[in-house]
């Protein structure tokens, strides 16, 4: 079979390798589609401190069964299934406690095990053991399953920052994470939601096909005077930092109404984690900042749901579909904001 195998920054390498064989509690899937993201780009650039190479990467996967190990129920060949990216324990005090997004023994499938830019892959037992392997529902296709990761990200950020009905809520990043929090804002009930992006280009083709109520250029005005302006001087109920910007992050304190909440959903640069907050604002407005870090099993499952039921549509995000052998291009593509989503069907 072919795979892409991460060997050291900027060298990733499509190679033949031997199909893999499920071992007890595992399950083999024939990738479908697997979808790339930011982190992939990230990952051929700099590597990354949980990735020990050589690595097969990829992990916005769907599929179906091809076959069992022993001990495994309820699959069979044939099911379509979904893959969870972030693999919590199950068992330390976080996730006994239900906060399996902060479990401190996590491990990832495209890190820690090999991901989904193969033509086969061998879901680990530590997938199943915490119901990791989710069904596909009827209608949905594999290219769509596969952006469920990423959107079961954007459920749990939204479910921390209990965006609700009426909110007035901004958007900052025009990427596919940004494009999916527009959209999921909507479905749970928002009154406005704003898209904010520095890149022009990037942002005309997020809005014209996501149509916020209003695509806002932070490079062409004053971002934090704009959604004044628009909320007649009040702010939003909630600011979502979809960038890894730490500009971003102050300016949402400053764009927030009172008891307003910011989600600081993007994580910052390695080398600049600080920012300098306005502590005041915090104080006399009663302002509330949330982190937010992945997704649990169930989030991946409330994203199916989510795309089943055509709440929050995927499909006109993938703006490109492509094969394996063109994965340098995919990357390339997601770098440089050229396309919302890039599907890889292997």
């Not at 932070?218 to 005077?225: H, K, L, P, Q, S």
Request: proline share 5%.
């Amino acid at each position: 079979m072919r795979v892409a195998r991460f060997y050291a920054p900027g060298d990733l390498r499509l190679e033949e390798a031997d199909e893999p064989a499920p071992g007890p509690d595992e399950v083999k899937i024939r990738v479908r589609q697997c979808s790339t993201c930011g982190t992939d780009v990230k990952i051929f650039n700099h590597g990354h401190h949980h990735l020990v190479p050589p690595r097969v990467i990829g992990h916005e996967i769907a599929g179906e069964v091809v076959e069992v190990g022993a001990g495994v129920s309820g699959w069979a060949a044939g099911d379509r299934v979904q893959v969870i990216a972030a693999v919590p324990c199950g068992t330390c005090a976080e996730c006994v406690r239900g906060r399996m997004t902060v479990c401190p023994n996590q491990t990832s499938v495209g890190y820690h095990y090999d991901g989904g830019f193969a033509e086969f892959l061998v879901v680990p037992a530590a997938v199943l053991a915490v119901d990791g392997l989710n069904r596909i529902p009827d209608g949905v296709s594999f290219a769509e399953a596969s952006v469920a990761e990423p959107l079961a990200c954007v459920v749990n950020g939204q479910e921390i920052a209990g965006v609700g009905k009426g909110d007035d809520v901004v958007v900052v990043g025009a990427g596919p994470i940004g494009c999916l929090h527009v959209r999921l804002a909507r479905a749970r009930g928002a009154r406005r939601v704003f898209l904010v992006e520095l890149n022009r280009a990037r942002l005309d083709m997020s809005a014209q096909v996501v149509e916020p109520d209003a695509a806002i250029c932070g490079a062409e005005v004053d971002t934090v005077d704009e959604v004044r302006k628009l909320t007649d001087g009040r702010g939003v109920d909630v600011v979502i930092t979809a960038a890894a910007s730490g500009a971003a992050q102050q300016d949402g304190v400053q764009m927030a109404a009172r008891s307003g909440r910011i989600s600081f959903f993007g994580g910052l640069p390695k080398d600049k984690p600080t920012i300098s907050l306005d502590s005041n604002l915090v104080h006399y407005r009663e302002l509330t900042i949330f982190g937010a870090n992945g997704s649990s099993p169930a989030h991946n499952k409330q994203a199916l749901a989510l795309i089943a039921d055509g709440r929050v549509p995927v499909h006109d995000l993938i703006t490109h579909r492509l094969r394996l052998g063109q994965l340098p291009e995919a990357i390339e593509l997601v770098a440089s904001g050229g396309a919302i989503k890039v599907t890889i069907e292997p």
